[in-house]
């Protein structure tokens, strides 16, 4: 299990320590330049993301961790939302607080970008994922659509990539986007033809077509 968090080139921890030791003294370690704390058998990992124009790829060191350089994060800090979150925290106690979320354009740039962009991973959850952001937007999907074409007049770094993906990689079904979110979600061939179309229909939607 993974979790992205965007921080700002300038960001600093404070006097009193940096990001990575304050992270380190509620037992997460680094390992292969992430961080990462066990959970019984599960890991999870803190992954770091920030922009740095006009660079589109590589690494920064922010208040002492490892944080990719991703197009768009800035806008994604710029314009989110937050999320009521209720758990129990690291020292088991449990919480109630607000989470702030990049918004549904950015995100669907960060997404798109993720899979099909300079940096893109081309993981199949990513392209599932743009599927399950649209399709379960709390809006609804039209809404989280127009929220993306907007994103184009924001002056946002990462929409140009994100439309390049959109064209390469998801306007039709038999695309790399659609075959690997289908084969990621299901193991029925009746349901991996239906997801692969549904995710290219709405990566036509995206496109505006």
Avoid: W
């Avoid at 800035?74 to 449990?94: F, Q, S, T």
């Avoid at 893109?120 to 809404?143: E, M």
Wanted: charged share 25%; with cysteine.
């Amino acid at each position: 299990m993974d979790v992205d968090f965007g921080i700002a080139l300038g960001t600093f921890g404070g006097h009193y320590g940096t990001i990575k030791s304050d992270l380190e003294g509620l037992s997460f370690k680094t390992e292969n330049q992430r961080l990462v704390r066990k959970f019984g058998n599960m890991n999870l990992y803190l992954d770091f993301l920030t922009e740095d124009p006009p660079s589109v790829t590589g690494t920064r060191v922010v208040d002492d961790v490892q944080a990719g350089v991703v197009l768009g994060l800035n806008r994604a800090l710029e314009c989110r939302r937050m999320i009521p979150v209720k758990g129990r925290d690291l020292y088991g106690a449990e919480q109630k607080c607000q989470v702030a979320v990049a918004d549904i354009g950015p995100m669907l740039v960060l997404k798109l970008n993720a899979f099909g962009g300079p940096t893109g991973r081309r993981h199949p959850k990513d392209a599932y994922d743009i599927l399950l952001a649209v399709t379960g937007f709390v809006d609804g999907p039209q809404a989280a659509i127009a929220a993306f074409r907007a994103e184009g007049e924001t002056g946002n770094t990462g929409h140009a990539s994100a439309m390049a993906a959109l064209r390469n990689d998801f306007s039709d079904p038999r695309q790399d986007g659609p075959i690997r979110a289908s084969a990621f979600s299901s193991n029925s061939a009746e349901e991996q033809k239906r997801i692969a179309q549904d995710l290219a229909t709405i990566g036509k939607l995206l496109l505006g077509e």
